[in-house]
């Protein structure tokens, strides 16, 4: 299995629909071997302890932190991120990760000039990839971005505009 480094935002995302019987948080760890940093789960116990859907998704992804690989990292004081990405993008270099999952949309440029031979890919990407493996249908995958980007309020934001778009030519 391929190695995947995931950031805070990314696993939130993927935990948004939990209680969907396409869930893409337990797609992601069945296809890939998941690392995240320590960070990643300080942020997670951080959002979890909101009464939302945010809240929720991190909970659910950390009921399932004994499928991950949990690794520490050595902070870059000078990356111009919060330390949860920062984290995520050390982690990914340190071990060769063959992928970055990270939602950090307004950043994506930086992060990805910030990996050596990592790909990066966020979540509407990975929905793809999953219906491109047959883990996931076209209809679910639309439904899933649809309801993940009314959760994360991603419903302006052009990437993702652009994600649905392939999607639904497909």
Not at 8 to 21: E, P
Request: proline share 2%.
């Amino acid at each position: 299995m391929a190695e995947i480094v995931a950031d805070t935002s990314a696993l939130v995302s993927l935990g948004i629909v939990a209680d969907s019987d396409h869930q893409p948080l337990a797609l992601c760890l069945d296809r890939y071997d998941v690392c995240i940093p320590d960070e990643v789960v300080t942020e997670l116990d951080e959002i979890a302890s909101y009464d939302d859907r945010h809240g929720s998704a991190a909970t659910a992804v950390l009921d399932r932190t004994d499928d991950v690989t949990v690794q520490s990292v050595d902070l870059d004081a000078e990356f111009p991120l919060d330390d949860g990405e920062n984290a995520a993008v050390t982690l990914a270099n340190d071990i060769d990760a063959a992928l970055l999952l990270c939602d950090e949309f307004n950043r994506l440029g930086l992060i990805h000039a910030s990996l050596a031979d990592t790909r990066l890919v966020t979540t509407p990407t990975l929905l793809s990839v999953l219906v491109r493996t047959d883990d996931l249908t076209l209809a679910n995958a639309r439904t899933l971005l649809d309801d993940i980007s009314t959760a994360r309020s991603w419903d302006a934001n052009s990437y993702v505009k652009r994600a649905r778009s392939l999607l639904d030519d497909a």
